[in-house]
C-alpha cells in the first residue's frame, strides 16, 4: 500500500490521480480552438506546443472531435482548451465549456504580462487575478520574441526559457498546473455545525492571542497577502463577473496564505504490525486501509522499511476563515474549527459567522493532510524515543501550520525543521496532488531527520510555484517572526550585495 493512497482514503479523495509529470501528461486530453488570431509569433508558438504535448504523451485531439452537440455548442468535460489569441466576447473558450472546474482554458496571448514594474507581492496577485478575470482563461501565457511566461490563479508567475523548444518547460511546469484540478471540497462533503464553537471561544483564548500576534507582524511585513475583492476587477460585461463568481463558489474574492493551529490530541506510539493485538494483524490493510475497532480508528503506514499500526484519533484545528483578511483577523468571524471527525470533513462556525460565509477552503485538503501526517509523525517518534518533542508538544500545546506565498532561505536554517517538497511537480493549492504530496513529504521529512542528529521539531514543506507551509512546535506567532527575521535577512544582504558591485 502506498502512502498516498492512505491519505486519499482518509481525505475521501478518488485515488485516480496522477503524482509524477509523465503520468499528468498522459492523462490530458486537448484540443486547439480554431485561432481567434493568427501571426507569426502566435503560429510558430502554438505548433511547437502541439508538437511538444504530443512528444511527452498528451492525447490531442482535433476541435470538432471534442465538441457536443445540443442547444449549445460545448467542449466535453475533462478536456484542455487552447485558445490563440485575444478573442471576441462571444468566440472565448469560456463560453464553450461543459464545466468551469474540468475543461481549463489556455489562452495564448502575444504581449508581456501586465505586471508592474518592480511591483510588491500584492500588485503581482492583484495584476494576475485582472487578466484572468478578464480573459476568463485558467492559465494564460504571454508570448514575447525570446521568452514565454504564464500565470495562475495562486499568483504564480512562471518565466520560461526559449519558446522554440518548450518541452522541458511544458513538462515540468505548464502539465501540472492543467493535470491538477484546483478546485475546494465540495460543501456536499462537509459536515456543518453551527453553534458548536461558540462556547468553546474563551477556552482557546490563548490560540487566538496567538493568531492575533501573529498576523501583526505578517500585516507589518507584507509578506501574507491580504484580500483580493472581486468587486475591484474589470470585466468584460457582468456575464464574465458571474463565471468569476461562479468559479469561485460565489466568494467574495480570494486570500492567500493561512494560519492554522492543530489542537492537542492524545497520541499512542506506532505499533510494529508483528507486535500488534492480533484483531489489526488479521485484516488486509491493504483492501483496508482504516480500520474501525470499537470505535477506534487504525490505519497501517510504511516506514522505516517496517508496517506499522498507527491509531488515529480525530484531527481538531483551528484556522483562518477561507476568503478573510489573513492580517487583520476579527476572531468571532473569522477563526472556524476544521476537523476530520469520524471520517468527515467538519465545520465548526465560528460565533459571529454561519455555514454559508464558512466556505472550504482551497487548502482544506493540504491542511487536514498536514495535520493527520503530524498525528502519524509524532505516534512514528514516540515509538522510538517517548521523550521526542514532537509527539509531546502535539499532546500538550497543539502545533502550528502556517502557508505564505514565498520560500524559506536554505542559508537562514531552521533548527530542528526538516526542509522538502522542493522536488515536487509544481501544482496548485487544492489539489489531490497538494495533500498527497504533503502528507509523503512529512513521512519523508522523518526519515531524513534519522540521517542527521537533533531534535525533531517540524517540517518545511516548499509547495514550488505556490508557497511554503510550516509545520511544527513553534507558535504562529513564533512562526510569523522567524519569517520575517528571514525576510530582513535576505533584504540586507541584498543590499550589501548592490553596494559591493
Known amino acids: 500500500m ?39 509569433l502566435l503560429n510558430s508558438f502554438s505548433d511547437n506546443l502541439k508538437r511538444a504535448l504530443i512528444e511527452i504523451g498528451v492525447n490531442i485531439i482535433p476541435y470538432e472531435d471534442s465538441l457536443v452537440y445540443g442547444g449549445k455548442e460545448k467542449v466535453r468535460s475533462g478536456i484542455v482548451i487552447i485558445e490563440q489569441g485575444e478573442g471576441k466576447d462571444k468566440d472565448l473558450a469560456i463560453r464553450k465549456v461543459s464545466s468551469l472546474y474540468h475543461n481549463p482554458v489556455v489562452a495564448i496571448l502575444d504581449s508581456p504580462p ?20 478578464w ?34 518547460d511544458i513538462l515540468h511546469s505548464l502539465i501540472p498546473k492543467l493535470s491538477a484540478q484546483v478546485m475546494p471540497p465540495n460543501r456536499d462533503q462537509i459536515v456543518y455545525r453551527e453553534g458548536k464553537l461558540d462556547s468553546k471561544m474563551d477556552s482557546y483564548s490563548h490560540h487566538i492571542d496567538d493568531f492575533m500576534s501573529a498576523a501583526k507582524i505578517w500585516r507589518d511585513n ?56 492480533k484483531a489489526l494483524q488479521d485484516i488486509d490493510w491493504n483492501a483496508k486501509r482504516v480500520a ?52 468527515n470533513i467538519t465545520i465548526d462556525t465560528p460565533p459571529e459567522s454561519n455555514a454559508e460565509e464558512c466556505r472550504p477552503s482551497y487548502d482544506t485538503y493540504a491542511i487536514l493532510a498536514h495535520a493527520v501526517g503530524n498525528v502519524i509523525t509524532a505516534s512514528l517518534l514516540l515509538a522510538q524515543d517517548s521523550d521526542s518533542e514532537f509527539p509531546e508538544t502535539l ?40 495533500a498527497a504530496y504533503a502528507f509523503m513529504g512529512k513521512l519523508k521529512s522523518l526519515e ?54
Open 395 to 434: 499532546s500538550n500545546e497543539g502545533l502550528s501550520i502556517s502557508h505564505w506565498h514565498g520560500y524559506p532561505d536554505k542559508e537562514f536554517p531552521l533548527s530542528g525543521y526538516i526542509i522538502h517538497g522542493d522536488e515536487n511537480p509544481p501544482v496548485s493549492c487544492s489539489t489531490p496532488q497538494s
Open 222 to 277: 507584507g509578506l501574507m497577502l491580504a484580500h483580493t475583492s472581486i468587486e475591484d476587477l474589470k470585466y468584460r460585461n457582468k456575464f464574465y463577473k458571474r463565471i468569476v463568481s461562479q468559479y469561485l463558489d460565489h466568494r467574495t474574492g480570494m486570500s492567500y496564505g493561512f494560519m492554522v493551529k492543530q489542537l492537542p490530541t492524545n497520541i499512542s506510539p506506532a505499533v510494529e504490525i508483528e507486535k500488534a493485538p
Open 292 to 343: 474501525e475497532i470499537d470505535g477506534e480508528y487504525y490505519t497501517m503506514v510504511n516506514q522505516f522499511d517496517k508496517q506499522w499500526i498507527v491509531k488515529i484519533p480525530d484531527v481538531w484545528l483551528l484556522s483562518t476563515r477561507s476568503g478573510c483578511n489573513k492580517t487583520n483577523l476579527n476572531p468571532k468571524k473569522d477563526i472556524l474549527r476544521l476537523g476530520l471527525h469520524r471520517g
Open 2 to 40: 502506498q502512502n498516498s493512497e492512505l491519505i486519499f482514503d482518509l481525505l475521501g479523495i478518488s485515488k485516480d490521480v496522477p503524482l509524477t509529470e509523465l503520468e499528468m501528461a498522459k492523462s490530458l486530453t486537448v484540443t486547439f480552438q480554431p485561432p481567434h488570431r493568427k501571426n507569426d
Open 448 to 501: 531524513l531527520h534519522y540521517q542527521s542528529p537533533g531534535e525533531y521539531r517540524g517540517d518545511i514543506h516548499i509547495e514550488p510555484h505556490h508557497g511554503t507551509n510550516i509545520t511544527g512546535c513553534m507558535t504562529l506567532t513564533e512562526t510569523a517572526a522567524w519569517v520575517d527575521e528571514m525576510h530582513k535577512n535576505k533584504e540586507k544582504q541584498k543590499v550589501s550585495a548592490e553596494e559591493n558591485v
Open 114 to 133: 501586465p505586471i508592474p514594474e518592480n511591483p510588491t507581492l500584492q500588485q503581482t496577485l492583484d495584476s494576475i487575478v485582472g487578466v484572468l478575470a
Open 135 to 168: 480573459n476568463l482563461s485558467h492559465v494564460p501565457i504571454f508570448l514575447e520574441e525570446d521568452r514565454w511566461t504564464f500565470c495562475t490563479m495562486n499568483g504564480a508567475v512562471i518565466e520560461c526559457s526559449d519558446w522554440k523548444k518548450p518541452q522541458k
